[in-house]
């Protein structure tokens, strides 16, 4: 790859593709866009600021993030990067609740650590179609109250862009609730605008625990 710019990329040889993916949701307002580009060369602050240390423009930042945030969410945490949002959200919910197991949609993916991956010995996963009976199968787990956190994504991205049915999504938010698990939902991928509305989530009325966002 030489360049991008708009909706297209341009390989080393001069031939144009039109980038479907942007790679992988990150450029989600096209690339070069120049109002974005404009800014980015007109900012002279810090280099690097220590995350310990207040920084006005991370703290508008985070307001201006609640500000439109869906449900009840109030305070934001900076990471470094889509992984780590999500990495340290299931560690957030096990400091909450006391509880060690994770549970998450089969096949989906939410990052490059051991956490994220799922590859903890108390992940357990549930296996598709994403409907009423999934959500049964969920509630067997979610029964023993040793599920920190439920992650998935409001909109599947990762597993071919399948949008979820909106009364499974309700069940396991109810479910969630009453057996004390916190609902993350991965919005690394299908959040700012990917999926038509600025969150995902919006898509179901879903009030999440947490909400992780990254790469857009
Ligand atoms: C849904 C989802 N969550 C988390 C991640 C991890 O983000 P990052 O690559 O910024 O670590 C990705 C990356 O593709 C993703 O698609």
Known sequence: MADAEGDYVRDVEGKRYLDFSMGWCVGNLGWKHPRIDAAMRAFDGPTYVHP???YEPAEQLAERLLSFAPGRLRKVFRATGGTEAVELALQAAMLVTRRHGL?????????????????????????????????????????????????????????????PEASFVSRMRDLCRKYGALFVADEVACGFGRSGVLFACEHFDLDPDILCLGKA
């Open 52 to 54: 310990a240390y207040h």
């Open 103 to 163: 549970l998450s949609l089969e096949a989906a993916y939410h990052g490059n650590s051991i956490g994220t991956h799922a590859r903890l010995p108390r992940c357990h996963k549930i296996a598709g179609p994403f409907d009423a009976r999934a959500a049964e199968r969920a509630e067997a787990v979610l029964k023993t109250r040793e599920i920190a956190a439920f992650v998935m994504e409001p909109v599947i991205c990762n597993l071919g862009g399948i949008v």
